[in-house]
């Protein structure tokens, strides 16, 4: 199946920094992307949806100037969390979509291996 | 055994035993759904998937049934080894929209 990559696997920071986490197709074209969040021993709670030139379109509840996405291109999504708090300290997780895939039977997104944010 | 509190539910198996993981899913406009395997610290991996107009799909030694009924959907695992220990999570969609993912049940298979 397709290879979405993502970017630290894990980082630990100081409160009050920002970090940046990238999601990769490597070998498609993803329009849409999206962001999620697991805290430990839950399901994963959508954060926002990323698509190619445009804003990112965020869940109720998500702040969206604490999360900045970007998706400057067909292949690239990054999430940066900024000003990170303890309470930010979570595991990340991207998932793709490919790009002309029409047929919903085969809407199985693709997910990167998830980052372990860890803020002290 | 199953259990049920402030943690994942939890399937024990001892290995070889067959598993059956179960999700109750929530929209009854849902027309597909997807199983996950999730192992710690990584992200969810594809199992199998099945559409509203069917009730039952079989793969490489899984099952996923569906009872569109009581809005019920489970997963059979046939001969589980210890490496399908993992957190399983079922997903719901509705045409072209978001997943909306389950709460999630931990297997356990002991040697």
């Known amino acids: 199946g397709a290879v979405v990559s993502q970017h630290p696997s894990w980082v630990i920071c100081k409160s009050g920094t920002s970090v940046k986490i990238e999601c990769r197709s490597l070998?498609?074209?993803?329009?849409?992307m999206f962001w999620y969040r697991q805290f430990p021993k839950q399901s994963l709670m959508l954060m926002a949806t990323?698509?190619?030139?445009?804003?990112?379109?965020?869940e109720q509840g998500v702040e969206k100037d604490k999360f900045l996405i970007n998706h400057a291109s067909l292949t690239l999504s990054t999430l940066t969390v900024t000003s990170a708090h303890p309470e930010d300290s979570s595991f990340y997780i991207c998932?793709?979509?490919?790009?002309?895939?029409?047929?919903?039977?085969?809407?199985?997104?693709?997910f990167g291996s998830g980052t372990q944010l860890s803020v002290l | 055994g199953e259990s049920v509190g402030l943690h994942l539910p939890t399937l024990s198996v001892q290995e070889g035993d067959n598993s059956i993981i179960n999700c109750a899913y929530s929209?009854?406009?849902?027309?597909?759904f997807i199983w996950y395997k999730q192992e710690s610290g990584k992200g969810p991996q594809f199992i199998i998937d099945?559409?509203?107009?069917?009730d039952k799909r079989q793969g490489q030694r899984v099952t996923v049934l569906l009872n569109k009924t009581v809005k019920h959907l489970s997963l059979q695992i046939a001969a589980t080894q210890p490496g399908d220990s993992a957190v399983y999570f079922c997903?719901?969609?509705?045409?072209?929209?978001?997943?909306?993912f389950g709460k999630g049940t931990m297997l356990l298979v002991s040697p």
């Open positions: 998932s793709a979509r490919e790009l002309g895939t029409g047929d919903w039977t085969n809407e199985k997104l693709f």
């Open positions: 070998d498609f074209q993803a329009t849409t």
């Open positions: 990323s698509n190619e030139g445009s804003k990112a379109t965020y």
């Open positions: 929209n009854s406009a849902s027309d597909y």
């Open positions: 099945i559409r509203s107009n069917m």
């Open positions: 997903a719901e969609n509705k045409g072209y929209s978001t997943l909306t």
